[in-house]
């Protein structure tokens, strides 16, 4: 039988609170076609991999993946920075500047270091260096491709979202492809899909895959599949990328899925009870899809992808409350991401009324837009349903600023629906953005405004520093949109673009700013509520495990001051450079 691997590349992320859902549904899709089909998250194994290399002995036995990904995170930082110093064949590659990087660490799988070494004379050797290549290294330690080999593999599906995977991807496709002559490997995802131009130009990157799938998957992977075990010709896979006289040719059919005719996620293989959700919760959570796409899609900065848009889509909700039953049924799930872009008011009334009605006995949280449709009873009866929380991406508190991004959001609505919430018991998520084009100082503060007026009915916020990135409104009309940015050529992988406004004044260092100046005033509040002493606790110290932990990557050892605070459940590092007070401010209040 044709059998499938279908698996999530090594990036280091620690922010991964819910299982992925690309290859779950790729999974359920394939198996229903009589494919077999093993899952692999080799991000949760490189994680557990350091935290075996970093902690197996001494004070911290039993170290739960939460603390891990903080000290982990920050001792691969601290070797980087090391390379850095030293001068080493790629420190050219790493941030001079690993502080100024907002999104981002400085290791490899930094976008940063990412962008650079694919375009660069090192990228082979970095790919190839057992001694820094701290992927190579997992995947030889964890013997991954002996495993490919006993289960049979014939084909690997690497899901590449962020640029942050791909280095761990490259490794992957380069050790199986010198090992095992007849195992093929595709890769697909959106950073696939976003940088399909500048894939089809390295045709030299056949060393590492040799199928290219863009925008949904599920069909092309199928065909693919059946194209290779029946020796068909590839030319009729759609959405394909493939090898061609050693170039690189795209197929002309093009697939777009009906959501009715996909399957049921399927997270077998998947170490479900390991994401930092389940692991905080003690319950099986889960990741799903009721639709694809936004319905509203007008976003000037929107980075939603697979690019070109084939539209909104919902899947019917008697299957929608099928797959829900199968997956508390198969997997004991108790808990729910729905990872939309953005559920609709009718859609979540409908949902809510279905789950009420069937007694299904789970809790549930997804993304949301703060439109008119989210009255106070359609907020009550998803708390009914078992709503936890709701996000919403707000991004600013000018009614101006939301107007010409084309949020399509009235400020009015959202103060209404974000109380609403507060009243009906559900936890509002905020997602703003600060130095916006066109944004001007006193814009922003008003957002800052907003945050402190209602920060009581907010359960928590985060930031986003505006950057460019590739594809949106503002990337191809930059100049209507109020900037100005430099292309880089030779960085065709390039994510994050550095950016000047004309007429907006909120620089980066500016944002920076006001996000300090909304925890102060944040802490200010809340001293002037509790009406007693210090906003800052400075007894936290007693609570903390402090321990130097060398670990050797390369030729470098480094070592980290790693506390954990049990009362709070929350990891400190402790730099040379850290005042208490400060380490306690940033783990007491972000
Ligand atoms: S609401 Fe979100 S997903 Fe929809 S267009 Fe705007 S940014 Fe994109």
New binding site residues.
Partial sequence: MFKALLCIPPNYCYTYDFPPLATPMLSGYLKDKGIEVIQADYNMGYLDYLKRRVFNSGAFGGISNFEASFATTKLLNKIFEEKLKKNYYYSSLLSPDPLGIFYDDNTNSSFHFVERLLSSEYLIRYIEDRKENTFLQFFIDEAIVSQVEKQGINLIGISITAPSQAIGAFTLGSLIKQALKDVRIAIGGQWVSLFREELKKRPDWQRFFDYIIIFEGETPFYSLADSIYNNKDLSSVPNLIYKADSQWVQSEPVSKEDLNKLSCPDFEGLPLKEYLEAERSGKITLTYQTARE?Y????IY?V?LPLPKYGYRERDMDLIVDDIKKLITKHKMSFLEISN??VSAEQLKRLSERIIREKLDFSWWCFV?LDKGFTNSVLELAKNAGCKSLAF?LESGSQRVLDFIR?GIDIDDAKRIIMGCYNAGINVHLQMMLGLPTETIDEALETIKFLVDYRGYIADVSFNIYYVTPSCKVYLYPQQYGIDFKRYPDLPFKFFHEFSHISGEVSKDKAYGLIQLYRQLLLKKKAEANNAGPAVTKNADSRLVKSNLPFTVGEDTVSILYGFDKDKKEGIILDSTDREEDVQARYSYI
Avoid at 296 to 299: E, F, G, S, V
């Fill in positions: 936004c509203w899609n007008k976003c929107c939603d872009p953005t837009r991406g949020k």
